[in-house]
Nanobody, 126 residues
Framework: QVQLVESGGGLVQAGGSLRLSCAASGRTFSTNTMAWFRRAPGKERDFVARITWSGGRTYYADSVKGRFTISRDNAKNTVYLQMNSLKPEDTAVYFC???????????????????WGQGTQVTVSS
């Protein structure tokens, strides 16, 4: 059974930091682009960041560029999202996802991702 399990969410004050982790089990995703999305209350699921299978390329939404860093450890089958300088508008449920096909750079469209975690809540207070 394939599972993606996120952890590391919580409540933090504006300007603070959190590090999210996404651990995969059931299969390896070392050849898949991995991504983070988020869904704020009453909003659609938005792209946050993605990282190619080798870790050689990363992409970010404009809203998080310069504050968030995505990374991966293929030996541990784990993806990370380091979030710094958090803002109240970053409050959302954060999901990790694996791109449906291998050896491609992925996309910003959540429909292109085949595997999803259950999400972890991030709340940033002002």
């Amino acid at each position: 059974q394939v599972q993606l399990v996120e952890s590391g969410g919580g409540l933090v004050q504006a300007g603070g930091s959190l590090r999210l982790s996404c651990a995969a089990s059931g299969r390896t995703f070392s050849t898949n682009t991995m991504a983070w999305f988020r869904r704020a209350p009453g909003k659609e699921r938005d792209f946050v960041a993605r990282i190619t299978w080798s870790g050689g390329r990363t992409y970010y939404a404009d809203s998080v560029k310069g504050r968030f860093t995505i990374s991966r450890d293929n030996a541990k089958n784990t993806v990370y999202l380091q979030m710094n300088s958090l803002k109240p508008e970053d409050t959302a449920v954060y999901f990790c996802a694996a791109y449906a096909r291998s050896n491609l750079s992925g996309s910003v469209n959540y429909l292109d991702y085949a595997y999803w975690g259950q999400g972890t809540q991030v709340t940033v207070s002002s």
